[in-house]
Each structure stands twice: as C-alpha cells, then as structure tokens.
C-alpha cells in the first residue's frame, strides 16, 4: 500500500509570492494534518481536517489555509510568503484525530 | 498550551550500549505521548507511543516509560544498532485533533561502531 504522498517534494519561491502543498493520505484515512518543521526544530502543528471539516489551527497567521477535498486528500496554501516560512512542510495521515500518525515526506519550500 | 521539554540535543553512544531520552511536559491533559524517529531527508516515523493510563511499554528493544505525577516520560533503546542512528522526537496531545501534536525539539542519536 501507498503511504503518505506528497507533492512536489522541493519548491523554491520569491517573497510576496503564494504557494500551494498537495497531499494524498493513506487509504482509509480520513484524518490529514499539517506540520511545519524548521530546520533543527520538532514538527509546529498547522491544521488538522478530519472528515473534511478543520478540526484544530496551531498558531499560524492567517496566510495559512487548508482544505480537504471528498477523496480525503488535502492542500495547504500560504499566501504572501516571508522568507521565515521557508521549512519542511510535513502531512500526516491516521485514522483517528491524532495517534498512530504515519507522516509524509514533506515538501521542502525554500523562499529567496 | 502544551510545552514538550527533550533532553539530551545530542547522544553519543557505543554500538551496544544503551540510550535513554528524557522528555518533561506542561499540560496535565495530556494523554497520549508518541515517539518519532527522523532521518535523513524522510518524515517522523512513529516507532512506539504510550498512554497516560499505562506506565511502561515495551516493543523488542525500544521500551518507553511514563511517570504522571512527575510529567515525564522516557525513551529506552537497548542493544543498540548503527542504523538506530537517526534524530528522535518525543511529543504530546490531550488526544483531541484541536491542538494537534506538540513535539519536543529533538536528539541526535549518534551509534558509534
């Protein structure tokens, strides 16, 4: 089976500039939540959407949104970008609201 | 809200030996505790995770302790391997997805041969 998708794996954007992170879940999950992990640093909880409704928001700006689309897959879109957001954007998947996370990859975004 | 405190940022241990991380938390809530391993380039895996109503869990060589009263919990890896070497994360929720997880900073676990 498939484990957590997520795309594109490596992204490079401008300051001011708006950028969006895709991610598809493990089957049968229907919670997908989102991390940012600066270098050095644990994962900072964004987002969790569980059955497609926004379940739990950390403590981000409002430049941050998500969504969860019927299939259960999600994106997370951050507006005006500041050279701080640049990290590791992590998606985990689970069946339940938060153990037995299985994370992504992540996506690599670097703002120059 | 939640505060996850890890110790040590770095453990450098002999192929063999064992190594212990400690992690203290804020949120008396808190009942679900997960540890992660990193490397490189690859998403946390979620290697064993305890709950606030058990006190010790134990999967082949990686064994995890909680202590309530004192809000700490601890990592054991005995016997340990070169590919153990990797960055571990402890974390805690009060179980519901309003909060999401709240991960301490990190160990660097070195496995020297």
Known sequence: DAGVTQSPTHLIKTRGQQVTL???????HKSVSWYQQVLGQGPQFIF???EKEER?????PDRFSARQFPNYSSELNVNALLLGDSALYLCASSLGQVDGYTF?????LTVV | GENVEQHPSTLSVQEGDSAVIK????????NYFPWYKQELGKGPQLIIDIRSNVGEKKDQRIAVTLNKT???FSLHIT???PEDSAVYFCAA?????????????????????
Do not use: M, V, W
């Not at chain 1, 739990?56 to 981000?60: D, I, L, Q």
């Not at chain 2, 992690?23 to 808190?30: I, K, L, N, R, V």
């Open chain 2, 70 to 72: 004192a809000k700490h």
């Open chain 1, 104 to 108: 992504g990859s992540g996506t690599r």
């Open chain 2, 23 to 30: 992690c203290t938390y804020s949120d008396s809530a808190s």
């Open chain 2, 79 to 81: 016997e340990t391997q």
């Open chain 2, 93 to 113: 929720s009060n179980g519901g997805g309003a909060d999401g997880l709240t991960f301490g900073k990190g160990t660097h676990l070195i496995i020297q041969p």
């Open chain 1, 22 to 28: 895709r991610c598809s879940p493990i089957s049968g």
């Open chain 1, 56 to 60: 739990g928001r950390g403590n981000f």
């Open chain 1, 48 to 50: 969790q959407y569980y």
